[in-house]
C-alpha cells in the first residue's frame, strides 16, 4: 500500500521508497527526510484543497509532502504482538 492512500492517524511502517529513474532527487531527499525501510510513519493531516499537501510525521519530526510524493512510499501495516 502507498502512504498516500493511508487514513488519518494510522501508524504504518515504511517498506520502501520508489525511484523513478537513476539518481531520483525526490527519492533520495525522502529518504534523506526519514522515509527509509522500518520507519514509523503517519499522516497527520490533510489540506482544504484537494487533500494536499499531506501533513506526514515521521518519529517526532513532520513535513508537509504533495500527494505524489507520499505516493513514492510503499507501507505496510506495523506487525502486531500477540499477547501469549
Not at 498516500?4 to 527519492?27: G, I
Amino acid at each position: 500500500m502507498l502512504l498516500s492512500d493511508m487514513p488519518l492517524r494510522r501508524s504504518v511502517t515504511v517498506e520502501s521508497v520508489e525511484d523513478r529513474q537513476p539518481n531520483d532527487p525526490v527519492a533520495r531527499r525522502l529518504r534523506e527526510l526519514g522515509f527509509v525501510a522500518g520507519e514509523q510513519v503517519e499522516i497527520v493531516a490533510r489540506g482544504p484543497f484537494g487533500a494536499e499537501p499531506l501533513l506526514v510525521q515521521v518519529g517526532y519530526t513532520r513535513f508537509a509532502l504533495r500527494r505524489s510524493e507520499a505516493a513514492r512510499v510503499q507501507v505496510a501495516p506495523p506487525a502486531r504482538e500477540t499477547v501469549a
